[in-house]
């Protein structure tokens, strides 16, 4: 599976959106891109995916750039929950496909 | 509510024993996967079940084993244990594992939480 780059920690205002980018250049044709989210040691939550389109669901949206090398999660009104780790994961769409997590990005939501 | 059971909670034991923690998964989910979380690892993938057969492996130590039962739920088996053993123990379950199943999400439990003392 591609390996992802996210930045290591990200500030965001109560209310305002958070954008939280990762890069994934080395993405191939069959692979999706996740995120995940994980709230204090709770079980990672999973946020949203997509392949080629953007996507859009209750929590966020997931923008992918159009050669699929970057991708950007929005969270349109961050709130004091949403402060928590972050993943992006390039995920494969075969068999033997488990997510591989790296480092996250902390985000932290302020009043 | 993710849906994904897991029990017990919270477990301490002692150095050299023996521990199962156990997932159920949701409903209609056939694959599961175990997940270990220590503070200076990160969450690390150990291994993963479809339908009752081993379909994948990753760090997992010889002193752990897994399997899956005919009714879907699992369990991990940790054994000689070590303090080092001592980090959450997450399972996830998903809808299938086999082409095209990159499109479904894993969904996870909130683990079990390991203390070896």
């Known amino acids: 599976d591609a390996k992802t780059t996210q930045p290591p920690s990200m500030d965001c205002a109560e209310g305002r959106a958070a954008n939280l980018p990762c890069n994934h250049s080395?993405?191939?044709?069959?692979?999706?891109v996740y995120w995940y989210r994980q709230i204090h040691s709770q079980g990672p939550q999973y946020i949203i995916h997509g392949l080629k389109n953007n996507e859009t669901n209750e929590m966020a949206s997931l923008i992918i750039t159009e050669d699929r090398k970057s991708s950007t999660l929005i969270l349109p009104h961050a709130t004091l929950r949403d402060t928590a780790v972050y993943y992006c994961i390039v995920r494969g769409g075969n068999a033997g496909n488990m997510l591989t997590f790296g480092g996250g990005t902390r985000l932290m939501v302020k009043p | 509510d993710s849906g994904v059971t897991q029990t017990p909670k919270h477990l301490i034991t002692a150095t050299g024993q023996r521990v199962t923690l156990r997932c159920s998964p949701r409903s209609g989910d056939l694959s599961v996967y175990w997940y270990q979380q220590s503070l200076d690892q990160g969450l690390q993938f150990l291994i993963q079940?479809?339908?009752?057969?081993?379909?994948a492996k990753g760090n997992i130590l010889e002193r752990f084993s897994a399997q899956q039962f005919p009714d879907l739920h699992s369990e991990l088996n940790l054994s000689s244990l070590e303090l080092g053993d001592s980090a959450l123990y997450f399972c996830?379950?998903?809808?299938?594992?086999?082409?095209?199943?990159?499109?479904?999400?894993?969904?996870f439990g909130n683990g079990t939480r390991l203390t070896v003392t």
């Open positions: 080395t993405i191939s044709g069959n692979e999706y």
């Open positions: 079940y479809y339908n009752g057969e081993e379909r």
């Open positions: 996830a379950s998903s809808v299938a594992v086999a082409q095209g199943a990159g499109n479904s999400p894993l969904h």
